[in-house]
């Protein structure tokens, strides 16, 4: 693993200064006020209005790191079609990472030389509580994920990136369940919750003026407290358990090396590089999702 971020945080801290990197990896679900996977599926009727209320949700975790000391920032745009922003509308004249196909999925483009991970529009897991469009990747081939025998959802498998290049996992957005379930695996994470879930189609959500404010002020008290930040807490070597909706899927991802079959459904994935670990996961994901679809 990379401990240069570290090193670098602990450093600024020592002399009084801050030249903070951030890599913001945006979802979509978890955006104030979305409630429906037409809302957030590009060609939908209402996508364009709920594009923007994501966009400036992403600008407001932006201009709250900016205000605290951040002077770098990375976009990877991770929903869908993972085109979904402006790159001329972001803030701070942020990098914008869009396209689908990317070898590191959700993370691309995360190294050592960050300081600072964002999670900004992130949604739940729907093997737990009731949470707004729940689904761990792709909801038609995965039940359940597992990591290190605690539910994960889509921020706790990601944040195996952060681990192996160092980088603390400092905020993250979205409901209240989103927020629970990532906790364990990166203790102390600032949380805006922007909506409470009542079940998976339906939210009570902030006002999206509130929703950024929340967002503005979380992402600037995460940099102002970057010195005390650590990297996630996973224990390696790690164990991803993937439960799939049938025995086809299980079968199939047998076929990449390290993926073993636990029964019917289930399959196991260990690994002492966090990175490999993810990078294993994904190819899982990406060769079950064709003839789940």
Known sequence: MHHAGLRKRRAAAQHGSVQVKVFLSSDMEGTAGVVDWEQCRPGGPEYGYYREL????????????????????????????????????????ARYLSGRHKPMYMMQGLDASYDAVFF?????????????????????????????????????????VALGYGVPVVLITGDEVTA???EPFCPGIRAAVVKTSVTRYAADSLHPEQA??????????????????????????????????????????????????EDGLTVSITGEDPIRLYRTFVTVVLLTRGIAE
């Open 212 to 261: 950024r404010e929340l967002i503005r002020q979380q992402a600037g008290d995460a940099v102002r407290a970057l010195s005390a930040a650590r990297p996630p807490a996973i224990t390696l070597p790690a164990t991803l358990t993937v439960r799939f909706r049938n025995a086809d899927l299980a079968e199939l991802a047998t076929w990449i090396g390290g993926v073993v079959r």
């Open 180 to 182: 629970e379930q990532i």
């Open 120 to 160: 900004v529009s992130y949604h739940g897991s729907m093997d737990g509580a009731a949470a707004t469009l729940s689904h761990t990747y792709n909801p038609r081939a995965i039940a359940e994920v597992r990591l290190n025998g605690r539910p994960a959802g889509e921020a706790a498998i990601n944040a195996l």
């Open 54 to 93: 994501l966009q400036q949700e992403v600008n407001a975790a932006i201009e709250g790191a900016a205000e605290a000391g951040a002077r770098e920032f990375l976009v990877n745009d991770s929903h869908s079609s993972m085109a979904n922003l402006r790159p001329d509308a972001l803030a701070h004249r």
